[in-house]
C-alpha cells in the first residue's frame, strides 16, 4: 500500500458493546510509523470518542484495521494488530 492515501473511505468504528457504526467521507490516510496510522477526517465523528475498533475500506477495496489510540476533533490514531499493513 502507498501512503499517505487521499480519497474516499468507508469507515467502520466498533465500540465497546460492539455496535457498529458506519461512515463514508474523503479523508487523508497516513502511516507514522510501522503499523500506526493516522486518519484525518472532513468533521467530527460522534461516534469515535467511544471506539475501540476501527476498520477502514479505501476506495480500491484495501483495507485496514486495528485499534483506536487516539481520537481528536477532525481525526484520529489506530495501530494495526502485529503482521497487519
Known amino acids: 500500500m502507498n501512503f499517505p492515501y487521499v480519497g474516499p473511505v ?3 468504528l466498533i465500540d465497546a458493546s460492539g455496535a457498529k ?3 463514508r ?3 487523508t490516510l ?3 510509523m510501522p ?3 493516522e486518519l484525518s477526517t472532513p468533521h467530527r465523528l460522534p461516534a469515535a470518542r467511544g471506539s475501540h475498533t476501527i476498520c477502514v475500506t479505501l476506495d480500491d ?3 485496514l484495521g486495528g485499534d483506536v ?3 481528536g476533533d ?3 490514531t489506530f495501530s494495526c494488530p502485529r503482521g497487519g499493513a
Do not use: R
Open 30 to 32: 497516513n502511516q507514522t
Open 61 to 63: 477495496g484495501q483495507t
Open 35 to 37: 503499523g500506526l496510522f
Open 74 to 76: 477532525y481525526g484520529l
Open 21 to 23: 457504526h458506519i461512515e
Open 69 to 71: 489510540g487516539y481520537v
Open 25 to 27: 467521507f474523503a479523508a
Open 10 to 12: 468507508e469507515v467502520m
